[in-house]
């Protein structure tokens, strides 16, 4: 699998699919299953290794950027896939709706404050349950969101840190 700008390589994404196994993955929702979510999903590598790292049924990307959803598409072709993938901003995405969301990717090394925030909101409507991986960048504790831990990763660009963190209480609505 050859890397682009900023990917978290294949064995960090096991690594991380493990380490929420540990946290709960699976057993917290009854069964595997489920979908995993990636915000700027960029060629579609963090979802194919995702896939392959845990049985997920069905993984969805959101990626702004015209030529690396192209790439991204043009990958999950090649093989049977289940891969949804979306040209957009997540910011104007309710992607908090996906059915069966489990786990949300987000590599978020660039992403200013602004974007951090909207991650959070977004995150805050999420059903209980569902983890939230982070990379390159923190978001607090509190308001239903608790930060689990956090482990080493290795990316394309050198290494990094990961943070899983859990929704834990009831969304919040459209109007919060």
């Given at each position: 699998m050859a890397l682009t700008f900023g990917e978290i390589m294949e064995e960090s994404v096991t690594a991380l699919c493990c380490a929420l196994c540990g946290e709960g993955l699976g057993a917290a929702q009854g069964s595997q299953g489920g979908a995993v979510l990636d915000l700027g999903s960029g060629e579609g590598r963090l979802l194919q290794a995702a896939l392959e790292a845990y049985p997920f049924d069905v993984a969805h990307g959101i990626e702004i950027m015209s030529l690396r959803h192209q790439r991204a598409l043009?990958?999950?072709?090649?093989?049977?896939?289940?891969?949804?993938?979306?040209?957009?901003?997540?910011?104007?995405?309710?992607?908090?709706?996906t059915p069966d969301l489990r786990v949300v990717f987000c590599v978020a090394n660039l992403f200013d404050e602004d974007l951090m925030e909207e991650v959070h909101v977004g995150l805050g409507r999420c059903q209980a349950g569902v983890f939230l991986v982070l990379i390159g960048n923190k978001l607090c504790s509190g308001g239903g969101l608790l930060e689990l831990r956090q482990m080493p990763i290795r990316t394309s660009w050198g290494d990094d840190w990961a943070r899983i963190y859990h929704r834990y209480d009831s969304p919040l609505t459209e109007m919060d």
């Open positions: 043009l990958r999950s072709c090649v093989v049977e896939s289940k891969m949804r993938l979306q040209l957009a901003d997540f910011r104007k995405v309710p992607w908090w709706h």
